[in-house]
Structures are given as C-alpha cells and as structure tokens.
Nanobody, 125 residues
Framework: QLQASGGGLVQAGGSLRLSCAAS????????MGWFRQAPGKEREFAAS????????YYADSVKGRFTISRSVTKNTVYLQMNSLKPEDTAIYYC????????????????????WGQGTLVTVSS
C-alpha cells in the first residue's frame, strides 16, 4: 500500500514536501514515481527514482524546482517542491513499478501498476 501525504495550500514561491510511505517494503528493482493531475487535465509525470541506485528523472516543467529522494530505512519516497507556481496546483500521486530493464526510465502513467491515493497541492497567486 502506498500512502501519500504532505499536500496543502501554499503561496506562490513557497515550498512543500510530499511523502509517500510504502507498506510491505520497496525492493531495489522498484521505481517510484510522482505524478500530478490538474483539474480537467490528464495525469502527467513529475519525477521518478529507481530505488536501488537512486537514478532520478524529472519532467522539464519541474526540473530545478522539485527534488525526489528516498529513505530506505523508512520505505518512503519524498518530493521536495520549491519555488511553487500556481500551475503546480494538482492532485499529486505516487506510484510504483518493477524495473525489469534496469534503466529506471518510466515517464508515463501507463508504465506504473500500483498507485497510492492522491494528495492535493494548491498554490495561490
């Protein structure tokens, strides 16, 4: 089970840190991803991390502002979001999949097979 938390209301330019705790453990060949879905839009990739080697990928829209990280001991993946903009307003979801290729590069929601509930992030202007 994936449990996301940390969403809230923040002013533009502010920061939030999202957490996604995984019960049952996360194995080295798992990839954990953060996605977001704004009202009326499709779910889109934000960031991902390969558990075993910490390989990270970011969407261009968040690169330089968001940082994905993990705690192996806590089985938790984080998304530190800085310099938030109103267009970052969305429900944020964490997701998981096994990485059979070793690349860790999975950028589409269809690539993931296990999802947590979302957490709402609202950025006011």
């Amino acid at each position: 089970q994936l449990q996301a938390s940390g969403g809230g209301l923040v002013q533009a330019g502010g920061s939030l840190r999202l957490s996604c705790a995984a019960s049952g453990g996360i194995f080295t060949n798992y990839v954990m991803g953060w996605f977001r879905q704004a009202p009326g839009k499709e779910r889109e990739f934000a960031a991902s991390i390969r558990w075993g080697n910490n390989k990270q990928y970011y969407a261009d829209s968040v690169k330089g502002r968001f940082t994905i990280s993990r705690s192996v001991t806590k089985n938790t993946v984080y998304l530190q979001m800085n310099s938030l903009k109103p267009e970052d307003t969305a429900i944020y979801y964490c997701a998981r999949r096994r990485d059979y290729s070793g690349s860790g590069r999975y950028l589409s929601p269809e690539d993931y097979d296990y999802w947590g509930q979302g957490t709402l992030v609202t950025v006011s202007s």
